[in-house]
C-alpha cells in the first residue's frame, strides 16, 4: 500500500540522516580538538624537557615552567594535595580548581565545569603533579552550531524525503492500479459478452421447453441458434486462454516451415470463405520459395485473425489482398481490404480487449471484439511488429513484420 511504501522510504531516509549525522559530528569533533590536544601535548614536553623543580627538604621551594607557547594555557603544579605553582589565567567554574580523575595517566581528558569546558592533561614530573588546560568553549559552541545546522537540515530533508515518498508511492502503484483496473474491465467486459449468447441460449431453451411435445425437427432453427452461439462462447473461451497465456510469456514451438505451402494451405481456406460472401481475394506469394523458424500454430493464428476481420468487416464485391514479401531479416505478410475501414479516434483502441465501437455493435456484425488483442499478445511473445493504417469508409491494412529465425 502507499502508506507501507511512505513509511519504509521515510524510514530509510531517516535511518541514513542519523547515520550520517552522528558520523559527521565525530569527524567534526576529532579534527576540531585534534589542534587543542597537540597544543596540550607539545607543551607537556616542553614541560618534561625544561621545566625545574627546587626543593627545600621535602617541600618545594621554586617550580620554574618554560614560557608557554599560547597565552590562554591554564597551568597548576601540586605537591600533593597543595598548590605550589599556577598559571595567572585563572580556572572558570561552578570548583575553583579542575576536577581531574584521581588516576594519573597521559591521556586527554575533556572536562565540563557548569557551562565551561576544557581539555586537559595531568602527569607527573619530579615528584609533582601538573595540570594543564585549554578552554574549548569556542570549540564547543562551533560544535553546537554544527548540531543546530545538522538538525535543521535533518527536519528539512524529512519534510522533503515525505513528499518524494508520497509521490514515489503514487509513482510506484500507478502501474499496480492500471493492471487492477484493467482487470476489473477484463471480468466485466468478459461477462458482458458471454451474457448475450446466454441469453439467447435460455431464450431458446424455454421456447423449446413450452413447446417439449413437439418433434424434434420443428425446433431446427432454435437448435441452429443454441449450437452457433454454444461454438462462439467456445472459440472466446479458446481465445481468451490462449491470451492468458501469452500475457505469461508463453513458450514457442519453433520448427523449419516452407512459406509458399504454409500460405497456400491458409489462402485455400479463406478464399473459399471470402468467395461465399461474394468478396474477392487476391494473393501475392513470394516469387522464391523459402524456409523459415518459426512457430507455425501462432504465427497461422496471426494471419487467421487479420484474414477473418478483413472478411468479417468487408462487403459483397470488396476486394481482400494478402501480399507476402521477403525483406533482409523478416517476411512482410500485408492483408488488405477495401471495407468500411476504422475511424481515426478509434485506431488507439483497436487492441483493447473486448473492444468493438459501438457503430460495429449497433450493425449487429458477429464477434467478441479479442481477436486483435489476442494477436498483440501472440506478436509481442513472437517478437512480430504490427503497423496499422486505416481510412474509414475506405478500408484498412494490417501489416506484420515476422522474423525469418524466432529465437525460442
Not at 597565552?71 to 570548583?95: M, N
Not at 487476391?282 to 523459415?292: C, G, I, M, S
Request: charged share 25%; proline share 3%.
Amino acid at each position: 500500500t502507499r502508506r507501507n511504501i511512505m513509511v519504509m522510504s521515510v524510514g530509510i531516509v531517516m535511518g541514513t540522516l542519523i547515520i550520517f549525522s552522528i558520523i559527521t559530528e565525530y569527524v567534526y569533533r576529532e579534527t576540531l580538538f585534534e589542534a587543542v590536544d597537540q597544543k596540550l601535548l607539545t607543551h607537556k614536553n616542553m614541560i618534561l624537557t625544561d621545566a625545574h623543580i627546587n626543593y627545600d627538604g621535602d617541600t618545594v621551594k621554586e617550580v620554574v615552567l618554560p614560557s608557554p607557547l599560547i597565552k590562554e594555557l591554564i597551568s597548576y603544579v601540586w605537591q600533593k594535595d597543595t598548590l605550589v605553582k599556577g598559571s595567572p589565567h585563572t580556572y572558570k567554574g561552578s570548583h575553583t580548581y579542575p576536577q581531574f580523575p584521581d588516576k594519573i595517566s597521559d591521556e586527554i581528558y575533556s572536562i565540563v565545569d557548569g557551562t565551561y569546558h576544557y581539555r586537559g592533561v595531568q602527569f607527573m614530573y619530579e615528584g609533582c603533579r601538573v595540570q594543564l588546560l585549554l578552554s574549548i568553549d569556542d570549540e564547543m559552541n562551533s560544535l553546537d552550531n554544527l548540531r543546530r545546522a545538522l538538525l535543521t537540515a535533518f527536519f528539512v530533508l524529512l519534510i522533503v524525503a515525505l513528499l518524494l515518498a508520497f509521490y514515489l508511492a503514487k509513482l510506484a502503484l500507478k502501474p499496480l492500479h492500471k493492471t487492477y483496473n484493467k482487470q476489473v474491465s477484463f471480468i466485466q467486459d468478459a461477462s458482458h459478452e458471454m451474457r448475450t449468447p446466454l441469453a439467447v441460449i435460455r431464450g431458446k431453451m424455454e421456447l423449446m421447453a413450452k413447446n417439449s411435445g413437439d418433434p424434434i425437427y420443428k425446433h431446427f432453427d432454435e437448435l441452429s441458434h443454441i449450437m452457433s452461439e454454444i461454438s462462439g462462447l467456445e472459440k472466446m473461451n479458446k481465445d481468451l486462454l490462449l491470451m492468458s497465456k501469452e500475457d505469461m510469456k508463453g513458450i514457442l514451438e519453433v520448427k523449419t516451415v516452407q512459406i509458399t505451402p504454409f500460405f497456400e494451405e491458409v489462402v485455400e481456406i479463406y478464399k473459399e470463405l471470402a468467395n461465399l460472401h461474394d468478396i474477392y481475394f487476391d494473393y501475392h506469394p513470394l516469387v522464391e520459395d523459402y524456409t523459415v523458424e518459426w512457430d507455425e500454430t501462432k504465427v497461422k493464428r496471426c494471419i487467421n485473425i487479420l484474414l477473418e476481420n478483413a472478411i468479417k468487416y468487408s462487403s459483397r464485391e470488396d476486394r481482400i489482398t494478402l501480399d507476402v514479401e521477403k525483406q533482409d531479416k523478416c517476411i512482410r505478410v500485408k492483408v488488405s481490404d477495401t471495407g468500411q475501414g476504422i475511424k481515426k479516434e478509434e485506431l488507439t483502441h483497436i487492441f483493447d480487449r473486448f473492444y468493438r465501437s459501438s457503430e460495429v455493435r449497433a450493425s449487429g456484425i458477429e464477434g467478441s471484439g479479442i481477436g486483435l488483442s489476442l494477436l498483440q499478445s501472440l506478436a509481442y511473445t513472437m517478437g512480430i511488429k504490427i503497423k496499422v493504417h486505416s481510412i474509414y469508409n475506405e478500408g484498412s491494412t494490417f501489416i506484420l513484420e515476422i522474423p525469418i529465425k524466432m529465437v525460442k
